[in-house]
């Protein structure tokens, strides 16, 4: 390797978006560009996830789903504001991602995400997902630090010294079928609930009937005895 090349990633007066480029170079990734739209987060992960930006919606959607059903999870990091309110504002389009959301993303999707940054002194960030110690996929990002992330995919004969690989797309439709699976549990779940209310509604309305029937049954017995 150049002694150049070497040299280059030693010195401190590098902006952010040099200092990212040279250590995308130096780890073998190749940078897929997400529109600046305020998107940039939920882009980059959806191109990992189904291999297109433009499922950025269905992204957001499921990771305010997954926000939602579990905030004691993550409102601890958020000190900014109502933890409500931050899960309302992140449901709006445009709305930028931060840590917190890719935090439920490695947790919604059991997936280890690999941040490449601009960071001066954390040039790695991994996020792991809280159900899984050795996820079986992992996922690449850039991060221009405060301003952008980028979907980014190992070159080929590369191997990153985060130590990840690119995923397979056998991996990709496993992943997908335990999705699937945990969705069709917590869908059964909520049936189940709900037939529970329902029964417990209809055992209520029949103990009240029962006991306006037997007060009236005294009623008519205390006019009986009146009358005789």
């Known amino acids: 390797m150049p002694k150049t090349r070497i040299k280059s990633r030693c010195l401190d007066d590098l902006n952010d978006q040099e200092r990212l480029q040279d250590r995308l170079e130096w780890e073998g990734y190749t940078e897929i560009k997400m529109k600046s ?61 931060d840590e917190v959301t890719l935090k439920a993303a490695a947790d919604v999707y059991g997936v280890k995400i690999v941040l490449i940054t601009s960071i001066k002194d954390n040039p790695t960030i991994v996020i792991l997902p809280k159900s899984e110690k050795e996820p079986g996929r992992v996922i690449h990002l850039s991060y221009l630090a405060g301003i952008h992330y980028n979907s980014i995919h190992l070159n080929k004969g590369s191997s990153s010294s985060s130590g990840s690989d690119t995923t397979s797309m056998g991996l990709q439709r496993n992943n997908n079928k335990k999705e699937k699976k945990k969705n069709e549990k917590e869908e059964k779940e909520e049936q189940k609930n709900k037939a529970n209310e329902e029964n417990k509604e209809n055992n209520k309305e029949k103990k009240n009937q029962k006991e306006n029937k037997n007060k009236k049954g005294l009623h008519r017995q205390f006019d009986y005895s009146h009358v005789m």
């Not at 919606?57 to 931050?86: A, C, N, T, W």
């Open 37 to 97: 739209d305020g998107n940039c987060q939920f882009r980059a992960l959806a191109d990992q996830l189904y291999e297109t930006s433009d499922l950025h919606k269905r992204v957001r959607q499921e990771i305010v789903k997954q926000l939602k059903s579990r905030p004691k999870g993550y409102k601890g990091f958020v000190d900014k504001m109502e933890f409500s309110q931050y899960v309302k504002n992140m449901s709006s389009d445009s709305a930028w991602g």
